[in-house]
């Protein structure tokens, strides 16, 4: 049975499971629903027929799904392939769940940098000569990339995989920032059926509750266990149970036909408003700067005059991210801010 179905049944007994799940008692009045469906994990354990439909969804031959953010799932990949003592490599200026994950793998970390796009302000791309000299020379184990940046800033995956493969490195994507890419063919390829390991975050751009993600594995390796020994044997299923419908959502004609929508305003903004820069391989993380404005002076120009907050500012550029919740009139109004500054 599916989670969603399983949450849709009401039962008619007198429960005396653990009384917190009795699905009719609640503390919080807003929460009041949530408590409803918040079932005891005596119900089902593992969701593992949900988790199986993902699989064959995404073409990966593990993906598990994540109540504790792509955090975990970093943290569990690192986990699953590597011993410690081994080495892995990582940005110096990654995300803190990579330099942890190595920590708890007892491995030890090697640090390589990533150029700066220095007009913009952000970090550029990982390639294969950036990483090649240090598969040469410092017996690594496993390669931490993140791609798309933050900004939206992509990597070759299938170039990094195929360097990795060459000195038998596992390759470790961490993808939070484009769980819309597989669904999507005007987005960027996803690292999914390329990288050993992909770690989405369906809470940032797909329309998930925080801190819902996925763990995808395209490799021998099953990351179950690894993923046990640092998740709580007491899952969300209400949590649990959004990311089965997430991914349904997303592997659906109406999520095409709401993609199509939003990039094409999107593209007709980039058209039309031609007094600002746009930048980046990724349509919905909109990367702007104007002639005569820091970033941080374009970010509050557009908070103070037109109520628009940013996602992230820098002080070259600003980015604006869009994604599932961002509608028609958004843009609208953002497009008519642009033209007005």
């Given at each position: 049975m599916s989670l969603v179905s399983l949450l849709k049944k009401k039962t008619k007994n007198?429960?005396?499971?653990?009384?917190?799940?009795?699905?009719?008692?609640?503390?919080?009045?807003?929460?009041?629903?949530?408590?409803?469906?918040?079932?005891?994990?005596?119900?089902?354990?593992d969701p593992q027929t949900?988790?199986?439909?993902?699989?064959n969804i995404y073409g990966s031959k593990y993906t598990?799904?994540?109540?504790?953010?792509?955090?975990?799932?970093?943290?569990?990949?690192?986990?699953?392939?590597?011993?410690?003592?081994?080495?892995?490599?990582?940005?110096?200026?990654?995300?803190?769940?990579?330099?942890?994950?190595?920590?708890?793998?007892?491995?030890?970390?090697?640090?390589?940098?990533?150029?700066k796009i220095e007009n913009w302000g952000i970090y550029g791309k990982t390639t294969s000569n950036l990483i090649e000299p240090f598969l040469k020379s410092n017996n690594i184990s496993a390669l931490i990339v993140t791609s798309p940046t933050y900004e939206g800033i992509v990597s070759d995956i299938k170039e990094l995989k195929k360097i990795c493969s060459e000195y038998n490195v596992r390759l470790i994507v961490?993808?939070?920032?484009?769980?819309?890419?597989?669904?999507?063919?005007?987005?960027?390829?996803?690292?999914?059926k390329i990288a050993d390991f992909t770690v989405q975050s369906l809470h940032k751009t797909a329309g998930g509750l925080n801190p819902t993600a996925l763990l995808h594995s395209n490799c021998e390796i099953n990351p179950k266990d690894a993923l046990a020994m640092i998740n709580t044997t007491s899952p969300s299923y209400p949590l649990l149970a959004t990311i089965e419908a997430n991914i349904n959502f997303l592997n659906s004609r109406r999520f095409k036909k709401y993609m199509q929508s939003i990039i094409s305003s999107i593209q007709d903004i980039k058209n039309q408003c031609l007094n600002v820069e746009f930048f980046g391989d990724d349509i919905t993380k909109i990367n702007i700067k104007k002639e005569n404005l820091t970033g941080y002076e374009l970010s509050a120009k557009l908070y103070s005059e037109f109520c628009i907050e940013d996602e992230r500012t820098n002080d070259k550029s600003t980015m604006l991210l869009c994604g599932i919740g961002t509608d028609l009139k958004?843009?609208?109004?953002?497009k008519k801010a642009l033209r007005k500054l």
């Open positions: 007198t429960l005396f499971t653990t009384p917190s799940h009795g699905q009719k008692f609640f503390i919080f009045n807003k929460f009041r629903q949530f408590y409803k469906y918040d079932i005891s994990e005596t119900e089902t354990h949900a988790q199986e439909r993902a699989k598990l799904f994540l109540t504790n953010g792509s955090s975990s799932g970093i943290i569990a990949s690192v986990l699953a392939c590597t011993k410690p003592g081994e080495k892995v490599l990582i940005h110096n200026d990654a995300h803190q769940s990579h330099l942890n994950a190595v920590k708890l793998a007892g491995c030890t970390p090697v640090y390589y940098e990533i150029p961490d993808e939070a920032h484009g769980a819309l890419y597989p669904f999507c063919d005007k987005l960027p390829e996803s690292a999914v958004k843009l609208e109004r953002f």
